[in-house]
């Protein structure tokens, strides 16, 4: 069972679609003769009431598969049934920590035979201050785990000595005293979202009429009406932004360009922030007055722009067909 961490007090809660390119597979998909790439390794430990639950908690958000509490000596198991063929887990967290008791001890082996069979592990190394533990564990009133019926501060500085050789080799050390569960959630995002964590952000980007009305879901609306409307062509009335006329006709507009050259550098900054803050799925939808041309082109452009940067992307043109349908 996971430790109790931090006050109990605190606040843990935490149309048709049409898609314009396919899911890049796997290399492993594309060759099944290719090596298996090994998972990338976090390590969570540290001292019980320091925040393990919800480190552990954070990384499952991020799209990590988590295990609480596994024995050492199922770490290479473990890592073994991630390299199987089929398998999509290229990321795993752990907690390994001192409630194993007798099983804790081989953790550093471990890890050093993984490191030399091309695993490469980081270790996050959560403290606080024994003071701050003895309040945590008198207000969720748990019994330290290496108590054995004496004091919790007994418990504490047996667990700090156990765990002194861990800690020099931790690769990020946070002393969670004085941070609420929010701030340590956040702090872990800092450290541990980058570049190869895009994909735990989804993103859906939708095109729209604002005569049918504006998507409920939508986090992000961007307004194109602005832009000169094929519409009025009318030999691109009937098409859709799908189509090649109409596409280059918005495309090659210098308004468009001008636009897009905005546009698409602001997604690229705001995006990783949402993650950071905790935001798994983003919606964004760019509307026009019928949904159908403008709005179609630019949110194909928005889609193939976040996917260059390794976003997972959905496309959904909402009104694609409402206007051809009515005519």
Same mark, same amino acid.
Request: charged share 20%.
């Given at each position: 069972m996971a430790d109790e961490d931090f006050s109990p007090e605190l606040d843990w809660s935490i149309g048709a679609e049409q898609a314009s390119a396919p899911v890049e597979p796997d290399a492993a998909e594309l060759d099944p003769d290719a090596p298996a790439v090994p998972p990338e390794l976090v390590v969570i430990t540290g001292l019980s009431g320091a925040g393990r639950s919800e480190a552990i908690h954070t990384f499952e958000d991020l799209g990590y598969f988590c295990i609480d509490n596994l024995p050492p000596a199922l770490l290479s198991q473990l890592v073994q049934l991630t390299l199987l063929p089929g398998s999509r887990i290229r990321r795993v967290a752990v907690v390994c920590d001192m409630r194993?008791?007798?099983?804790? *001890?081989t953790l550093l082996e471990e890890l050093d035979k993984l490191e030399a069979s091309g695993v490469h592990h980081r270790i996050l190394y959560l403290e606080a201050a024994d003071k701050v533990l003895v309040n945590r564990f008198k207000t969720t009133r748990r019994r330290h785990p290496l108590c054995e019926g004496g004091s919790v501060i007994e418990g504490i500085e047996a667990e700090r000595a156990g765990l002194a050789k861990l800690r020099e080799r931790a690769s990020l050390i946070l002393d969670t005293s004085e941070m609420l569960p929010a701030q340590l959630r956040e702090s872990i995002r800092r450290q541990f979202v980058s570049e190869n964590l895009r994909d735990a952000l989804s993103v859906t980007v939708t095109s729209f009429g604002f005569k049918y009305g504006m998507p409920i879901d939508a986090d992000i609306v961007m307004d194109v009406r602005f832009l000169p409307n094929p519409f009025y062509i009318p030999k691109l009335r009937h098409k859709n932004g799908l189509e090649a006329a109409v596409y280059r006709f918005v495309t090659e507009r210098e308004e468009t360009k001008a636009f897009l050259d905005r546009w698409l550098p602001l997604l690229t900054e705001l995006l990783p922030n949402y993650l950071i803050e905790g935001k798994h799925h983003l919606s964004i939808a760019l509307g026009c007055t019928g949904g159908m041309h403008r709005s179609v082109v630019l949110t194909e452009k928005t889609a193939e722009h976040? +996917?260059?940067? *390794?976003?997972?992307?959905?496309? +959904?043109?909402r009104d694609i067909r409402k206007d051809l349908d009515r005519v």
């Open positions: 194993s008791l007798e099983f804790f *001890g976040l +996917r260059s940067l *390794g976003y997972d992307v959905a496309v +959904r043109h």
